[in-house]
């Protein structure tokens, strides 16, 4: 077995000659740094790239951000999911306004809101030289087949144990290159699927490659039982005689939604979800007696995956000349504001359908 300090350099030199360049890495400066981290969770780097240069673009410092509404941070992050993440980085950018400086220490960092200690570690060691080890998917799976460890890593052991080993292999020095050398290690060579094993520096010591366990690790606990639900949504358009242009409605998701703060058309769904809501019944839930009422079925059963939900949309345009009555948090805008507002993916997919059929 390879000794902890030739594991590291192996991991550095590797780095040396293949790291990623990416633009969060030439600096310093915890703001940029600590804004790819929280984009990249749960993200791609082709994607979040994009993200990453348009906050910095439209909020350049940490102040700017802080001084944004969440209306504006939200419509910026639109696309991304995981939408909490764009609350919390909008709250804790509000935090580090208020205590007057970006927090330089492990601890400080971790009280940020939505930072744990992943992010932490990695804020700490890349801005500030701190010796925290990052452990990420990457890093569980690099450790995982070298050392062949098969606790699940989804485990609280698993958490701990590969914890404890990943901050004993930090180096004594160049720890912000190591911390990415091995995600970028895990991310490029020791890949989830077709590692690259026959030119790998750390073949001879690998203890998954030697024992032809290579696809089995690293070990995760059973997940959870993925549901399925049925939506219906409206798409309301109102063109009253009286004015010359048209309206539409749209209602905020409630706090400890898991799309908190963002927009919706008219939501017909089923308390349930067990099944598709049909013309009848959505027009009787409207309460839409105008005679040229006009409803048609854009699409049936649009996909939708979450973490632990599978959503299968149907989406409604209705086309009136006097507005329906809606419950009371729906409020009604020009339809020509509609990109105004931050939107759920799918319905951004609804507004294509929407303004791509009509």
């Known amino acids: 077995m390879v000794s902890n300090t030739t594991f590291s350099y192996a991991i550095l030199s590797w780095f040396r000659d293949n790291g990623r360049a990416l633009p969060w890495r030439d600096t310093t400066d915890p703001y940029p740094i600590w804004l790819s981290e929280v984009i990249l969770q749960q993200t791609r780097i082709a994607q979040g790239w994009e993200y990453w240069e348009r906050f910095m673009r439209q909020f350049p410092t940490v102040e700017a951000l802080a001084a944004a509404s969440e ?23 509000r935090q580090i ?66 914890a404890a080993l990943a901050q004993s292999l930090l180096p004594p020095s160049e720890v912000s290159a190591y911390n990415q050398g091995i995600m970028d290690f895990g991310a490029l060579q020791c890949t989830p699927l077709s590692p690259r094993c026959s030119d790998c520096p750390l073949m001879e010591s690998c203890e998954a490659f030697r024992t032809g366990r290579v696809e089995e690790l690293p070990v995760k606990q059973r997940k959870l ?8 949504y409206i798409y309301i358009r109102c063109k009253e005689p009286s004015s010359s242009q048209a309206f539409t409605a749209i209602h905020r998701r409630g706090e400890g939604d898991i799309w908190q703060g963002l927009w919706e058309p008219f939501n017909a769904s089923l308390p349930d979800g067990t ?27 649009v996909k939708h995956v979450l973490t632990h939900r599978i959503l299968l949309a149907d989406f409604y345009l209705l086309e009136v000349s006097r507005r329906p009555l809606l419950p009371p948090d729906y409020i ?14 799918l319905i951004e997919k609804m507004l294509s359908e929407v303004h791509g059929r009509c």
Request: glycine share 10%; hydrophobic share 40%.
């Open 71 to 93: 209306d504006e941070v939200l419509r910026l992050w639109q696309g991304l999911g995981y939408y909490s993440r764009a609350r919390n980085l909008h709250a804790a950018a």
């Open 97 to 162: 306004v208020a205590l007057g400086q970006f927090p330089s220490t492990l601890e400080g960092i971790r009280q940020l809101k939505g930072v744990g200690d992943y992010t932490a570690a990695a804020i700490a060691s890349f801005a500030f030289g701190i010796r925290a080890a990052v452990v990420d998917g990457n890093v569980y799976r690099v450790l995982s087949r070298h050392f062949g460890i098969s606790t699940p890593i989804n485990s609280t052991q698993g958490k701990k144990e590969f």
């Open 225 to 232: 039982q993925i549901k399925t639900r049925r939506l219906a």
């Open 275 to 301: 099944r598709a809501t049909t013309p009848a019944e959505l027009l009787q839930q409207l309460d839409c007696g105008a005679p040229d009422a006009h409803l048609r079925l854009l699409s049936q059963g």
């Open 332 to 345: 009604w805008i020009p339809e020509s504001e509609i990109d105004c507002y931050g939107v759920p993916r």
